[in-house]
């Protein structure tokens, strides 16, 4: 039997950069939260994720202040904007390193 959920927010973190001070800290604080749990819990979840990812979280706290969150991950169309997808194509006889994605490339970061 699961205990009724008193809070939930969504917010967004940088995979292992929570830190129990401010910002989060203050909201994560006024509502009950044992923040500084919370930021070690996700810090060691995150820990083998760049350090640029922005991860959208779920936080569900209980009526006796336990938590469980849900990490979600980036949206595809953020992974290919840090990436570098450069091609060597010919245009007009000449050799021109474009910008592109191949269809190759969209399966590969998909799995």
Not at 71 to 91: C, D, G, H, Q
């Amino acid at each position: 039997m699961s205990l009724p959920v008193k809070h939930t927010i969504f917010i967004y973190i940088s995979s292992q950069q929570a830190e129990a001070g401010p910002p989060l800290g203050t909201v994560l604080g006024n509502l009950g939260l044992n923040t500084i749990k919370f930021c070690k819990d996700f810090n060691e979840i995150t820990k083998d994720l760049p350090l640029y990812f922005v991860l959208r979280v779920q936080i569900l706290i209980n009526e006796n202040r336990s938590f469980s969150f849900n990490i979600f991950s980036p949206p595809l169309s953020s992974i290919i904007n840090l990436l570098k997808f450069e091609r060597e194509i010919i245009i007009k006889g000449r050799r021109v390193l474009q910008n592109c994605i191949t269809l190759s490339d969209v399966i590969k970061l998909s799995c």
